[in-house]
């Protein structure tokens, strides 16, 4: 191009270099073996994850640099160099800091294979996808704000009460001699016969924790608090020994009895994945056929939504004679419900226990304190 014989060495010199850039590439793509290792252990919302991986190359020729592109969950994409620690592996490290709660699903690791100066590339993905499930930091909790005082269950154990109830099974005609009180008197209307309820002896949960995740609080950091707050509370009521269960009000509605170590650590899987995209409101979990919830001996119920429907239902529960609490998590400036504080004083003036979270409380001072606080 430029008339010089003497740069034809130096032009033949370039083209072969990209012929030996493209052909060290192309023998070197042969899918290696990745692993990685730090992603499936156990961690807590505001710890730091330290991912090591490990590479093997398999082709007939090791890669000349190699750079893996990795996206945990929703952060954002990592690009991590490997550096060659022997003939045919290479060893890369990245550290995600103070991870948030949540579900991270590391998917396969993509791979960019180049030569040294830049003359060819090739991408290929490799390796498993794996899991990060980071659980909610929990407080512990001596005592709850629902217990002692005014709100002992008059004066009774709870741990006495019987977690059994009794569900309607079938109806049958009604044999001499049985008493009239098992007469299902809209089967008997419907038949012309009498006709007696069979009932079996079902059981129950004695506490239910029914976290709130109605859309409307719109998320952030008054949605962590709440999660916090269900996750310790059924935490204390566990170690008491109590059977327990918790009910998640989001667009999946996930549910988890609770009355073992595994069964305990499905319950913190749970906390971990818990969004706050309900379009159901809360009190719709409370009506008569609304499972786990509404079948418990004893409700607590975590929300930023305070509405008079929910109001009303832990209202009935309570002439019920049925164990019901509240704990409130304010989320200013954003306010969910018109006037929340005339809720809170209803649930108080009829005796149901009431926490309120402020932005910046302690949560084990408030959930432990013996009072009721009204916002």
């Known amino acids: 191009m430029f008339g010089s014989r003497a740069l034809y060495p130096v032009a033949t010199g370039l083209l072969f270099a990209v012929a030996l850039a493209v052909g060290w590439v192309r023998f070197s793509t042969r899918p290696p073996q990745v692993r990685r290792h730090g992603a499936a252990r156990d961690v807590v919302e505001g710890d730091d994850v330290r991912v090591d991986l490990e590479l093997t190359a398999t082709g007939a020729l090791p890669p000349p640099t190699l750079v893996a592109h990795e996206r945990p969950g929703r952060l954002a994409e990592l690009r991590v160099e490997l550096h060659r620690v022997g003939r045919r592996r290479f060893a890369g490290r990245y550290?995600?800091?103070?991870?948030?709660?949540?579900?991270?699903?590391?998917?396969?690791?993509?791979?960019?294979?180049?030569?040294?100066?830049?003359?060819?590339?090739?991408?290929?993905?490799?390796?498993?996808?794996?899991?990060?499930?980071?659980?909610?930091?929990?407080?512990?909790?001596?005592?709850?704000?629902?217990?002692?005082?005014?709100?002992?269950?008059?004066?009774?154990?709870?741990?006495?009460?019987?977690?059994?109830?009794?569900?309607?099974?079938?109806?049958?005609?009604?044999?001499?001699?049985?008493?009239?009180?098992?007469?299902?008197?809209?089967?008997?209307?419907?038949?012309?016969?009498?006709?007696?309820?069979?009932?079996?002896?079902?059981?129950?949960?004695?506490?239910?924790?029914?976290?709130?995740?109605?859309?409307?609080?719109?998320?952030?950091?008054?949605?962590?608090?709440?999660?916090?707050?269900?996750?310790?509370?059924?935490?204390?009521?566990?170690?008491?020994?109590?059977?327990?269960?918790?009910?998640?009000?989001?667009?999946?509605?996930?549910?988890?009895?609770?009355?073992?170590?595994?069964?305990?650590?499905?319950?913190?899987?749970?906390?971990?994945?818990?969004?706050?995209?309900?379009?159901?409101?809360?009190?719709?979990?409370?009506?008569?056929?609304?499972?786990?919830?509404?079948?418990?001996?004893?409700?607590?119920v975590v929300t930023s939504c305070v509405d008079a429907a929910l109001v009303d239902r832990l209202v009935q529960r309570a002439l019920s004679r049925r164990g019901a609490s509240l704990v409130y998590v304010e989320t200013a400036p954003l306010q969910t419900t018109r006037h929340p504080e005339l809720q809170l004083l209803r649930l108080v003036a009829i005796g149901i226990p009431v926490a309120v979270v402020r932005p910046g409380d302690d949560l084990a001072v408030v959930l432990a304190g013996r009072e009721a606080r009204v916002a």
Not at 200 to 213: S, W, Y
Request: net charge neutral; charged share 30%.
């Open 95 to 300: 550290e995600l800091r103070a991870v948030p709660r949540g579900r991270y699903a590391f998917e396969t690791v993509r791979l960019t294979i180049e030569d040294p100066f830049g003359l060819a590339r090739a991408s290929l993905e490799q390796g498993e996808p794996q899991a990060l499930v980071v659980y909610p930091r929990l407080v512990a909790l001596d005592q709850l704000f629902s217990e002692g005082g005014a709100h002992a269950q008059d004066g009774r154990r709870l741990l006495l009460r019987r977690p059994t109830g009794y569900e309607l099974h079938s109806v049958r005609e009604y044999a001499e001699g049985e008493s009239l009180r098992k007469v299902h008197w809209r089967s008997t209307a419907r038949r012309g016969r009498l006709m007696v309820k069979e009932l079996e002896d079902a059981p129950r949960d004695e506490v239910a924790v029914l976290l709130d995740g109605d859309e409307r609080t719109g998320g952030g950091e008054g949605f962590e608090v709440a999660v916090r707050a269900a996750g310790s509370i059924l935490q204390a009521h566990l170690r008491r020994g109590r059977r327990c269960a918790l009910v998640v009000n989001s667009a999946a509605r996930e549910s988890q009895s609770v009355t073992s170590e595994g069964e305990w650590r499905r319950a913190l899987e749970v906390l971990a994945g818990a969004e706050p995209n309900a379009r159901t409101p809360a009190f719709a979990l409370l009506q008569a056929d609304g499972g786990l919830a509404a079948r418990s001996l004893e409700l607590v």
